[in-house]
């Protein structure tokens, strides 16, 4: 969903467009909000350990999946475990560009607790998609490491497996990520394009967060990346100490 799909008619209560964009920025705020949120959270950390990085990017899974199971499924890429989720603080710390494949995971990233630019890769490479017959989204992430956007990013694909398939290729052509979250959807070539990934960025020492199987999707890819920021506060506020 995006900030249009609920954007209120001339008779709303709503008054004016801060508060619109209040409104629309993801996360608890109010009191309410954040006991419900920490409620929430309290009950995932009773299925889930919470004994290290990684075990918070699990906790995330199933936060975001609403699946105890999912836990299981997530995989990390890396010398250890928490390489990627170690990656993926310092990079949002030095305010690395966040780039994600589509608007759906776009709007999904909060808007606090960091100063990362945050794009879209949809919507570029038009050209070479007609050209050649490719999808929209792969053509545009090619167009955008063509630009070298992707380099020192944190590069997020929650929806598309041929993004993850043309990403993989920009791996292995020399792009390197600051960190990769990728949990594309589906039954066509989504488990094979995060198998494909898990390989290249292994081989070539980049840190990524995956899944197994062909569950994932928008909210989980962007519900991972908010606890790299997640991680990131708690660094800066002393709570947490990256290696």
Do not use: W
Request: charged share 25%; aromatic share 2%; with cysteine.
């Amino acid at each position: 969903m995006t900030a249009d799909d609920i954007r209120p008619d001339d008779d709303s209560e709503v008054g004016n467009a801060g508060d619109f964009e209040q409104y629309a920025d993801l996360g608890a705020t109010t009191e309410n909000a954040m006991e419900i949120a920490e409620t929430s959270m309290d009950r995932v950390r009773e299925l889930v350990p919470d004994e290290t990085l990684a075990d918070r990017i699990r906790q995330k899974s199933v936060h975001a999946t609403g699946d105890p199971e999912f836990q299981h499924l997530v995989r990390f890429t890396g010398a250890t475990e928490d390489e990627p989720v170690v990656a993926g603080t310092r990079a949002v710390l030095d305010e690395r560009p966040i780039v994600t494949d589509i608007t759906m995971v776009e709007a999904g990233i909060t808007g606090r607790g960091h100063d990362c630019p945050v794009q879209k890769a949809i919507g570029n490479g038009a050209d070479l998609a007609a050209r050649t017959g490719m999808t929209r989204t792969a053509a545009s992430v090619l167009e955008l490491d063509r630009q070298g956007v992707y380099d020192g990013a944190i590069a997020v694909i929650g929806n598309a497996p041929t993004a993850a398939l043309a990403l993989a290729d920009c791996i292995e052509g020399g792009t390197r990520p600051a960190v990769v979250v990728a949990t594309p959807v589906g039954f066509v070539k989504a488990a094979e394009s995060r198998k494909r990934l898990r390989r290249v960025t292994d081989s070539h020492d980049v840190p990524a967060i995956t899944n197994v199987g062909r569950r994932g999707g928008s909210g989980l890819a962007a519900g991972l990346t908010n606890e790299l920021v997640h991680v990131a506060s708690d660094v800066r506020s002393g709570e947490v100490e990256l290696p």
